[in-house]
C-alpha cells in the first residue's frame, strides 16, 4: 500500500522558508557545478581549435544554467572565431543583461559590428563603455578608430586626444592620432606623434613603416627608406615595409634593389596584389613586358578592383602591340575610377 507523509508540525514557517532557501542554494550550486564541467570541456575544445564542438560544450553550460555568463562570453568567442557573427552578436547582447559590469560585452559585441563593418553599432557600443566608464582610455581609443573609418577626422583627433590624456603612454593613440594629422596634411605633427610612439614602444614595426610613409609623402626618400629599414629589423617578417622600401627604390630607378624587395614582400604574403604590381612595374621598366603582364595579372587575380594594375596591364600589352587588350583594360580601369585610363582610352582606342 502507498503512504502518505504528513507535514513535518514540528517546523515554524520561518524554519521552513531557512530549509527551502538551503535547498534552492545546494541546486544552484550542484546546477553550476554541471555547468562548469561543460564548460571546461569547451575551453579544452577551444584551445585545440576545435570550434564548433566547443560550441556544442558552452551550449549545454547555457542549458544547464541560463544565467552562465562565462558560458555566452566564450561561446560569442568561438562563434566569431567560425564567422557565425550573428550568433556572437546574440550572445554579448545576452551578456550585457547578465553582468554587473557590462564593459567586456560591449567591446565584443562593437567588436562584431567592426567584422562586418557596421562601424556606426560599434561606435555605439564602444560609447556605451565611457557611459559606464568615463576613464576608460581603451574605449576612447576604439571611438578614436571607428570615427577615423567614418572618415570624420577631426572627431577621431579629438578621441584620441583624450585617449592620451587618460594613459600618456599609450603608443597605439599615438599612432592612430598620427593617422588623422596625416589625413588633415598635418605631416610634421604626424612624424611627431610618431616619433612619441616608437620613444614609449620601440617594437612596433608598424609605427616605424607609418613613418617611412610620412617621409615618403614629403619627398624625405633618405629618411623614409631609414624607417622602413628600422621596420624590418624590427620584425624581419613585416612584408609591408619591404614594399614600401622598394616603391622608394622604384622611384629613384633603383631597379634591382626595388626587385629584390617585392620579392621579398610577395616571399612573405602570397596574395599580396600591390606588391605583384609594383614588381610588373619594374620588369616593364625593363622592357620585360611580357612578365610585367604576368604580374598585372596575378595582382588583378587577388584583388579584382586593383584599377591600378588594370591601367598597368594595358600599357605593357600596348607595348607587345595588343591594342585590343590594351583598351579592354583601360576600360576596366576608367570603370573602377582611374582617371588617367580614362584618358588613355579617350586617345588610344575607338
Known amino acids: 500500500m502507498n503512504t502518505e507523509q504528513e507535514p513535518d508540525s514540528t517546523l515554524t514557517d520561518k524554519e521552513i522558508r531557512f530549509r527551502d532557501s538551503i535547498a534552492m542554494v545546494n541546486q544552484q550550486a550542484r546546477l553550476l557545478e554541471e555547468a562548469m564541467m561543460a564548460y571546461n570541456q569547451g575551453i579544452e575544445k577551444y584551445t585545440k581549435k576545435d570550434y564548433k564542438q566547443a560550441i556544442t560544450f558552452f551550449d549545454k553550460s547555457i542549458e544547464i544554467k541560463s544565467d552562465f555568463a562565462k558560458g555566452y562570453y566564450n561561446r560569442g568567442i568561438a562563434k566569431f572565431a567560425i564567422k557565425d557573427y550573428s550568433g556572437a552578436f546574440d550572445d554579448y547582447t545576452k551578456l550585457i543583461t547578465l553582468s554587473d559590469d557590462p564593459t567586456e560585452a560591449y567591446n565584443k559585441r562593437a567588436e562584431v559590428s567592426v567584422a562586418l563593418g557596421k ?126 622600401r622598394g616603391s622608394i627604390y622604384l622611384e629613384q630607378e633603383k631597379y634591382n634593389e626595388a626587385l629584390a624587395d617585392f620579392n621579398k614582400a610577395i616571399q612573405l604574403h602570397g596574395n599580396y596584389s600591390l ?55 583601360w576600360k576596366k580601369a576608367a570603370e573602377l575610377g582611374i582617371e588617367l585610363a580614362e584618358k588613355y582610352n579617350n586617345i588610344e582606342c575607338e
Not at 556606426?120 to 578608430?145: C, F, M, R, S, W
Not at 606588391?275 to 587577388?302: L, T
Open 119 to 244: 562601424y556606426e553599432d560599434a561606435l555605439k557600443d564602444y560609447l556605451a563603455i565611457t557611459k559606464v566608464k568615463p576613464n576608460h582610455n581603451q574605449a576612447y581609443y576604439y571611438i578614436g578608430e571607428m570615427k577615423f573609418l567614418l572618415e570624420e577626422y577631426e572627431e577621431a583627433l579629438k578621441m584620441f586626444d583624450k585617449s592620451i590624456e587618460l594613459n600618456p603612454k599609450h603608443a597605439k593613440s599615438y599612432n592612430d592620432r598620427s593617422s588623422c594629422k596625416r589625413k588633415l596634411e598635418n605631416y610634421m605633427g604626424a612624424i611627431a606623434d610618431l616619433n612619441k610612439a616608437i620613444n614609449i614602444d620601440p617594437t612596433l614595426a608598424y609605427v616605424y613603416n607609418n613613418l617611412g610613409s610620412v617621409k615618403k609623402k614629403l619627398k624625405d626618400f633618405s629618411g623614409a627608406i631609414s624607417a622602413y629599414n628600422k621596420a624590418i629589423a624590427t620584425d624581419a617578417s613585416y612584408y609591408l615595409a619591404y614594399n614600401n
Open 275 to 329: 606588391a605583384y604590381n609594383n614588381r610588373g612595374i619594374v620588369w616593364h621598366k625593363q622592357e620585360k613586358y611580357e612578365k610585367a603582364i604576368a604580374d598585372f595579372d596575378i595582382a588583378i587575380k587577388y584583388k579584382p578592383g586593383n584599377g591600378i594594375a588594370y591601367l598597368n596591364r594595358g600599357v605593357s600589352k600596348e607595348m607587345i602591340r595588343d591594342a585590343s587588350g590594351a583598351c579592354s583594360d
